[in-house]
């Protein structure tokens, strides 16, 4: 583990420190694990976007939502959020607990992560210090407004669910103007019993590129659900990893990726078991058609002595054209023996056995073929811990396919 910095006078020097990292590494190389199926050549035009403030007066939220613009808590709407007594807001520079700023190794080896810190101009510390309704979500929206097109947007934030807390997120990203490169750092703590549902939505058009660090603490007896669904967007790369440092956790993480004409869809996860009787579960699908690619790359490693560890990882690709493409590397790295870890993947194309007894049955060809890319995806959308995105889900499957 390695810290971030505590005070302002901190910040430069750990933003001097990533910046001469970056310059030292480039931006990565297919030679990378990380990075061998996903091209960064792209990501090199785009230039730092000069700072501004999330200051607007004129944008209206509704009483659950916190809205971000450019990666800093728009402060101005926080009037509407019901639950202001529910949570602690800190700027990133006044936070004085050296474990908060704490990420990960995997992270800091990272050169795009280095780029983002270095790139740091102001961020927030948003603590939920009580329990707000599991069924009444709030809403994290991420606008990214660009004045000018090849502008690289960084943010960096931190989540802190206390004790005992029950919380629903759905984060939503959202661009305006110009096509952009939106590289975004979060960090998540869930303290003791905390039991935390997390949706990720990229279900409508966004022309810009998308690069996500997450960074999941959990301590004991926590029950965290991360749901995504990525439809749209034209270049995403996630980097998900989560730490089970204590007994009795639990981490779910559910993925629904659609793909068409060049979109390039990335999936990494990497899940730490480091304490005894901990489970973890990954199920990736992907549907793929034209042009696009998708690639998984997930690990979970189970450190010596987390004994009654239960893991598993699913990935699996379905191509509707023979030009979709994708790469799967599930990976196990076990240091204990009392465990039970299995991984597994399939990639192929719509079963022609089960097109044919459809089409038997009166089912034309094309109703056949949505019926069963339906049911592929729904395996994975049943999954999803909040029925509202379950609905979201469905509606955002159905206009891919018909689109």
Same mark, same amino acid.
């Given at each position: 583990?390695?810290?971030?910095?505590?005070?302002?006078?901190?910040?430069?020097?750990?933003?001097?420190?990533?910046?001469?990292?970056?310059?030292?590494?480039?931006?990565?190389?297919?030679?990378?694990?990380?990075?061998?199926?996903?091209?960064?050549?792209?990501?090199?035009?785009?230039?730092?976007?000069?700072?501004?403030?999330?200051?607007?007066?004129?944008?209206?939220?509704?009483?659950?939502?916190?809205?971000?613009?450019?990666?800093?808590?728009?402060?101005?709407?926080?009037?509407?959020?019901?639950?202001?007594?529910?949570?602690?807001?800190?700027?990133?520079?006044?936070?004085?607990?050296?474990?908060?700023?704490?990420?990960?190794?995997?992270?800091?080896d990272?050169?795009?992560?280095?780029?983002?810190?270095?790139?740091?101009?102001?961020?927030?510390?948003?603590?939920?210090?009580?329990?707000?309704?599991?069924?009444?979500p709030?809403?994290? $929206?991420?606008?990214?407004?660009?004045?000018?097109s090849?502008?690289?947007?960084?943010?960096?934030?931190?989540?802190?669910?206390?004790?005992?807390?029950?919380?629903?997120?759905?984060?939503?990203?959202?661009?305006?103007?110009d096509?952009?490169?939106?590289?975004?750092?979060?960090?998540?703590?869930?303290?003791?019993?905390?039991?935390?549902?997390?949706?990720?939505?990229?279900?409508?058009?966004?022309?810009?590129?998308l690069?996500?660090?997450?960074?999941?603490?959990?301590?004991?007896?926590?029950?965290?659900n991360?749901?995504?669904?990525?439809?749209?967007?034209?270049? &995403?790369?996630?980097?998900i990893?989560?730490?089970?440092?204590?007994?009795?956790? &639990?981490?779910?993480?559910?993925?629904?990726?659609?793909?068409k004409?060049?979109?390039?869809?990335?999936?990494?996860?990497?899940?730490?078991?480091k304490?005894?009787?901990?489970?973890?579960?990954?199920?990736?699908r992907?549907?793929?058609?034209?042009?696009?690619?998708? $690639?998984?790359?997930?690990? $979970? $490693?189970?450190?010596?002595?987390? %004994?009654?560890?239960?893991?598993?990882?699913?990935?699996k690709?379905?191509?509707?054209?023979?030009?979709?493409?994708?790469?799967?590397?599930?990976?196990?790295?076990?240091?204990?023996?009392?465990?039970?870890?299995?991984?597994?993947?399939?990639?192929?194309?719509?079963?022609?056995?089960?097109?044919?007894?459809?089409?038997?049955r009166?089912?034309?060809?094309?109703?056949? %073929?949505?019926?069963?890319?339906?049911?592929?995806?729904?395996?994975?959308?049943?999954?999803?811990?909040?029925?509202?995105? %379950?609905?979201?889900?469905?509606?955002?499957?159905?206009?891919?396919?018909?689109?």
């Amino acid at each position: 583990m390695a810290t971030l910095g505590l005070k302002n006078k901190m910040i430069n020097s750990l933003k001097k420190t990533s910046s001469e990292y970056f310059t030292k590494q480039g931006y990565p190389s297919k030679k990378l694990e990380n990075w061998k199926f996903t091209s960064s050549k792209n990501l090199k035009k785009f230039k730092k976007k000069k700072s501004s403030n999330a200051a607007h007066t004129n944008i209206e939220t509704d009483e659950s939502t916190l809205l971000f613009i450019n990666g800093k808590l728009c402060l101005n709407t926080l009037k509407n959020f019901k639950y202001l007594d529910n949570i602690e807001i800190k700027e990133l520079v006044n936070i004085d607990n050296e474990m908060i700023l704490t990420f990960s190794n995997s992270f800091l080896d990272d050169s795009m992560f280095n780029l983002g810190i270095s790139d740091f101009d102001g961020g927030h510390y948003i603590k939920f210090t009580k329990s707000i309704n599991l069924l009444n979500p709030i809403k994290v $929206v991420n606008l990214f407004e660009n004045d000018a097109s090849d502008e690289r947007i960084s943010s960096f934030n931190i989540f802190h669910f206390s004790k005992g807390s029950q919380i629903s997120i759905i984060e939503e990203d959202k661009n305006e103007g110009d096509p952009s490169f939106n590289l975004k750092l979060n960090k998540y703590i869930c303290d003791d019993g905390s039991n935390i549902n997390f949706a990720k939505l990229v279900e409508k058009e966004i022309e810009c590129h998308l690069l996500s660090y997450s960074y999941f603490q959990l301590d004991k007896d926590v029950n965290l659900n991360i749901d995504s669904l990525n439809k749209d967007s034209i270049f &995403n790369k996630e980097f998900i990893e989560i730490d089970l440092n204590n007994t009795g956790s &639990n981490a779910k993480v559910n993925i629904l990726n659609l793909g068409k004409d060049n979109q390039h869809l990335d999936n990494n996860i990497l899940i730490n078991h480091k304490a005894e009787h901990c489970t973890s579960f990954q199920h990736v699908r992907n549907i793929l058609d034209n042009k696009s690619t998708a $690639v998984f790359n997930g690990k $979970v $490693v189970v450190a010596e002595g987390a %004994q009654q560890t239960d893991s598993n990882q699913s990935n699996k690709n379905l191509l509707l054209s023979l030009d979709a493409t994708a790469f799967s590397n599930p990976q196990l790295e076990i240091y204990a023996d009392d465990v039970s870890c299995g991984h597994g993947s399939t990639t192929g194309a719509l079963d022609e056995n089960s097109i044919f007894y459809l089409r038997a049955r009166g089912i034309d060809q094309s109703s056949a %073929q949505k019926m069963l890319i339906k049911a592929f995806a729904k395996e994975v959308i049943d999954e999803f811990s909040l029925s509202s995105v %379950q609905d979201i889900s469905e509606i955002a499957l159905d206009n891919w396919i018909n689109g």
